[in-house]
Nanobody, 121 residues
């Protein structure tokens, strides 16, 4: 069973918005850090942003001011609100969670299968 399930990906025009969701499945993740990563075609997977259990958020410079992460502690879900999308944001987006997750590592214990986001210019 996949521990995390992403949804909300799709095709959007440049300048538009999209909201991704990540839902825990089969278990709870209390006091865990939740994060979003993305992998564009031909590129390595990169950090997008995270939200700590305290609610503190950290974002990559490339998305700061355009993307926003929120989390629901009751149903163990997370959303990524993406605004002012650019063609460079085209990628498969993954959510991940780990008790000790940070912005500088991809060593997260639990991952989703990813959802495609395509931004047309």
């Amino acid at each position: 069973q996949v521990p995390l399930v992403e949804s909300g990906g799709g095709l959007v025009e440049a300048g538009g918005s999209l909201t991704l969701s990540c839902q825990a499945s089969g278990r709870t993740f209390s006091a865990y850090t939740w994060a979003w990563f993305r992998q564009a075609p031909g590129k390595v997977r990169e950090f997008v942003g995270l939200i700590e259990w305290t609610g503190q958020t950290v974002y990559a410079d490339s998305v700061k001011g355009r993307f926003s992460i929120s989390r629901n502690k009751v149903d163990y879900s997370m959303t990524l609100q993406m605004n002012e999308l650019q063609s460079e944001d085209t990628a498969v987006y993954y959510c991940a969670t780990d008790k000790y997750g940070t912005a500088t590592t991809q060593n997260y214990d639990y991952w989703g299968q990813g959802t495609q986001v395509t931004v047309s210019s």
